[in-house]
């Protein structure tokens, strides 16, 4: 028990750590931040794939309009144009995409982040409050040593005081 006492004694409990936790808003910024800095490095090769696919496309439809002898005139500016907006849709849709997908990941991983500082929080606050209940365990036990000592003493106290009286109670008792 002694030694129980004296680990309680010096033990440092947290509870200046203890807290509420803060969550924090997720702004541009902070999307910034834990979005992929590589997102366009990333998504380069399908962009070069799209425009690769689009002169191939280029090139079959002028071969077309030159077998026709309909090279240069208002159907190739319209083919061409077609060819462009379908090129443009398609970067489009893949910047987009990309987009849309590293501001989810990066959603999620500032979700994640704040989920583990909360639960960090919380054990810091688990440790001090469980430390803090062992410290008023160890103090009720500690009372109840030193009440049952006390008890003891004023029993003994009590039946020394009375020892006299009973004494003549008990040779009465012998003698009847």
Wanted: net charge negative; no cysteine.
């Amino acid at each position: 028990q002694d030694v129980s006492f004296g680990a309680f004694e010096g033990m440092d409990i947290p509870t200046d750590e203890m807290g509420v936790f803060t969550p924090q808003t997720f702004t541009a910024d902070t999307a910034q931040q834990y979005m992929n800095p590589y997102i366009m490095t990333a998504l380069q090769p399908q962009i070069d794939e799209a425009r690769r696919q689009s002169e191939i496309d280029r090139i079959a439809n002028a071969s077309r309009l030159t077998q026709a002898g309909a090279f240069g005139g208002a159907r190739q500016a319209v083919i061409d144009s077609e060819n462009q907006r379908a090129l443009q849709s398609n970067l489009a849709n893949i910047t987009g995409q990309g987009y849309k997908d590293a501001y989810a990941q990066a959603l999620n991983q500032f979700n994640t982040q704040q989920d583990r500082e909360m639960t960090a929080q919380d054990k810091i606050n688990l440790y001090g409050t469980q430390g803090l209940q062992s410290l008023a365990d160890m103090g009720a036990t500690q009372r109840a040593i030193e009440s049952e000592g006390i008890t003891a003493d004023r029993l003994q106290f009590e039946e020394e005081r009375d020892f006299p009286y009973k004494q003549g109670q008990y040779m009465q008792s012998l003698l009847q």
